[in-house]
């Protein structure tokens, strides 16, 4: 009997970084039905500001480069209505993979947040190919991460921003919430990257995870990555090298990364979806790091029955029913007076 060794090091993050981007853009993604629960969520709390659902809409459609700590990065900004709705800045994996290209996938969020995709330093329409090591670092993400919030609370007149990281980007953005809690309401953390050696030790020993039902293998994701209106063909290129490039220069220090010693508790609501059947980071080191994570704002695990390392694709709805509820549990509204509401070219 064969035993698979697991691999050690840099070399191990560049292995699953590219077994997880091979996986999107063959269309690993599977397509699965919601329970009709949406599964269990938090009931609003009392004292939380209602804002009225009535009059005209200020949906938003935007393009932009905005500079962060000397560099100009890129935002794709998209909601229904920014005078309604809380901002929502998604701090996409990889690391260097710009989530942006599956916007559409997760279009239902915008009907209740203004959804802020962000290709970070190296990554995507972000990538230089002339940054130096020197400013690819982890804390250089934290920075940034806590810059943006601060950029986007002004500009859309909120006094603070929802903040969702998925994999490499839980790691940023939980770090950029134990740093700057004031700047969010909550902190959502999808397939959590806590400890890199023990998610590869874990997922190692684990048995192959069963078929994700239904097994069926959704042919639009792959079409998605090529034809998004943001990141055409012709980008394609410019998208695989920033992601080679971001890998190269983080993997050591991704590996050498430990929350489970950076982070002992998180002063923001917090929410944890994991894939039952993670086989990148591991649900069982998930969950062992939100077990031991204190929250004295409240913590929620919410388990993703038929995803593995992306529930956010894997099962859109669930995953935008249950931002629902976090925004119910959460937001207590915008009362500070709103700034025009940008537009492409603004």
């Not at 697991?6 to 981007?21: E, Q």
């Not at 690993?28 to 009931?43: I, K, L, Q, Y």
């Not at 909550?186 to 020993?205: D, K, M, W």
């Not at 990148?280 to 993703?304: C, M, N, Q, S, T």
């Amino acid at each position: 009997m064969k035993i698979a060794r697991p691999v050690s090091g840099a070399r191990s993050v560049r292995r699953v970084a590219g077994w997880a981007f091979l996986a999107l853009v063959t269309s690993a993604v599977c397509r699965a039905e919601t329970p009709a629960d949406g599964g269990r969520g938090t009931a609003p709390r009392s004292g939380q500001i209602a804002k009225p659902d009535h009059g005209p809409r200020h949906p938003v459609r935007s393009e932009e480069f905005v500079p962060l700590n000397g560099l100009k990065q890129y935002l794709l900004i998209r909601g229904d209505d920014v005078e309604r709705n809380p901002v929502l800045l998604f701090v996409h994996g990889g690391p260097g993979f710009p989530g942006g290209i599956f916007a559409r996938k997760n279009a239902e969020l915008e009907r209740d947040f203004t959804v802020v995709h962000w290709d970070q330093r190296g990554a995507g329409h972000s990538y230089r190919s002339d940054l130096a090591q020197a400013v690819m670092r982890v804390d250089q993400f934290v920075d940034d991460t806590v810059a943006l919030s601060r950029w986007l609370a002004n500009r859309f007149g909120q006094r603070k921003i929802f903040v969702v990281g998925h994999s490499w980007g839980t790691m940023v953005a939980a770090l950029a919430a134990a740093r700057a809690p004031e700047c969010f309401d909550a902190f959502v953390s999808v397939s959590q990257l806590a400890n890199y050696r023990e998610s590869q030790r874990v997922v190692a020993a684990q048995p192959a995870p069963p078929p994700v039902p239904p097994r069926v293998a959704d042919p639009r994701l792959f079409w998605w990555t090529l034809s998004s209106p943001e990141y055409s063909p012709g980008t394609l290129p410019r998208v695989l090298a920033g992601y080679r490039f971001t890998v190269k220069m983080l993997e050591t220090e991704i590996t050498a990364t430990n929350l489970f010693f950076r982070i002992k508790a998180l002063d923001v609501p917090i929410w944890f979806f994991a894939g039952a059947y993670d086989n990148v980071v591991g649900e069982p080191v998930i969950r062992a790091f939100y077990d031991r994570l204190r929250a004295p704002r409240g913590k929620h695990y919410v388990r993703f029955e038929r995803s593995r390392h992306w529930p956010h694709l894997q099962e859109p709805e669930k995953f935008a029913s249950q931002m629902r509820l976090v925004r119910q549990a959460t937001w207590e509204g915008a009362e500070v007076p709103r700034r025009k509401a940008p537009t492409r070219g603004d």
